[in-house]
Structures are given as structure tokens and as C-alpha cells.
């Protein structure tokens, strides 16, 4: 794309769209994190307090929370991604190497998503940008 290019058609939303993009992952993370804490959305099982799956809860919802908020963005994010790098490759991948077939491509997915938010930062629309801005007066 050419520099004259940039802020026309649809990369001009590219910015909001990061945004929502965050804000869409964070809730469905942080739903995650609730159905394993307090079994909400309905849940069949919920691990055991100080269990690896109990603390993975506090993460998916402390972390989905603050990343939905666009809040500390980069380091939450930081962190949730290596949650699900580190579930992929403990729960996932010693059932088979094929992400489709070993249950792990939504892991797989939020650990880039989280990674691209890392580097990206949470958009213009959140906590993070406000607190950046300068007051008017």
C-alpha cells in the first residue's frame, strides 16, 4: 500500500477495528475464565480451587477483563498469550499434531490474537488511549 493510500478506503478503520477486535476478544476470553470460576455461562465442570485449570481461570478472567477494558493492554496481553501457548502445547498438542484435530485451534488463535495485541496496543478506543491524552485545558 502506498504511503498516499494509507487513511483511505478501509485502511482508515484499521484503528477502530483494532479496537473491536480487542474488545471482542477480551469478553469471549474473559468468558472463558468465568465458566471456569463461577460455572457462567453454565458449565459441566468446574476445576478445583488451586488446581492449573483454577489458575488459568483467574488469568482468562483478570486478563479478558483487562484486555476487553483496553486496560494495561500490553502486559495482560502479554500474559494471556503465553497462558495459551502454554495450554496448547500441555493440553493440546500430545493429542496430535493437527490444531483441528487436537481441539487447540482457539488456543492457538488467542495466543497470536494476544501476541498481535502486545505489539499493536489496545486501539484509540480504550482506558490505555484515554489515560495517554493530554488534558485540553
Not at 487513511?7 to 472463558?32: C, D, K, N, Q, Y
Amino acid at each position: 500500500m502506498s504511503s498516499s493510500a494509507r487513511g483511505t478506503g478501509l485502511a482508515r478503520h484499521a484503528p477502530l477495528m483494532l479496537s473491536i477486535l480487542r474488545l471482542v476478544a477480551g469478553l469471549i476470553f474473559l468468558e472463558h475464565g468465568t465458566q471456569k470460576l463461577f460455572g457462567f455461562p453454565a458449565s459441566d465442570h468446574m476445576p478445583d480451587s488451586f488446581t492449573l485449570a483454577w489458575f488459568a481461570g483467574i488469568l482468562e478472567t483478570a486478563g479478558g477483563l483487562l484486555v476487553a477494558l483496553g486496560l494495561f493492554t500490553r502486559p495482560a496481553a502479554f500474559i494471556i498469550s503465553g497462558e495459551m501457548a502454554f495450554a496448547y502445547f500441555m493440553a493440546h498438542f500430545p493429542r496430535g499434531f493437527f490444531p483441528a484435530l487436537n481441539g487447540g485451534d482457539a488456543a492457538i488463535l488467542y495466543c497470536f490474537i494476544f501476541l498481535y495485541l502486545v505489539f499493536a496496543g489496545p486501539g484509540p478506543v480504550s482506558i490505555d488511549a484515554a489515560l495517554r491524552r493530554k488534558p485540553v485545558y
